[in-house]
Nanobody, 121 residues
Framework: QVQLVESGGGLVQTGGSLRLSCLGS????????MGWFRQAPGKEREFVAA????????YYADAVKGRFTISRDNAKNTVYLQMNSLRPEDTAVYYC??????????????WGQGTQVTVSS
């Protein structure tokens, strides 16, 4: 079955950096567009970033452009999210999932457990 395992979250001060990882299995990872999403307390889950199957197309939410970078290593079935210049408003549980290539902000399939990112002011 499809499994997505996120890791790399933690507590960091404003301006700090974190690198999240997501290991996918149970599907053809090499051919899957992947995305990162986040959900802050009391808010709906929102799109953060997405990457096409071969890494040639990248998409970002306006709130993270210039600060976050999505990448992938298909040999390791892993997608990454490098987060720099973190702000308190980036505090959320971060999830990865498959996305639709034509609409990269749209996820499909089951979610993993997520990884908590907390940015202190």
């Amino acid at each position: 079955q499809v499994q997505l395992v996120e890791s790399g979250g933690g507590l960091v001060q404003t301006g700090g950096s974190l690198r999240l990882s997501c290991l996918g299995s149970g599907f053809n990872f090499r051919m899957a567009a992947m995305g990162w999403f986040r959900q802050a307390p009391g808010k709906e889950r929102e799109f953060v970033a997405a990457i096409s199957w071969n890494g040639s197309n990248l998409y970002y939410a306006d709130a993270v452009k210039g600060r976050f970078t999505i990448s992938r290593d298909n040999a390791k079935n892993t997608v990454y999210l490098q987060m720099n210049s973190l702000r308190p408003e980036d505090t959320a549980v971060y999830y990865c999932n498959r996305v639709r290539g034509a609409t990269p902000q749209t996820s499909f399939g089951s979610w993993g457990q997520g990884t908590q990112v907390t940015v202190s002011s």
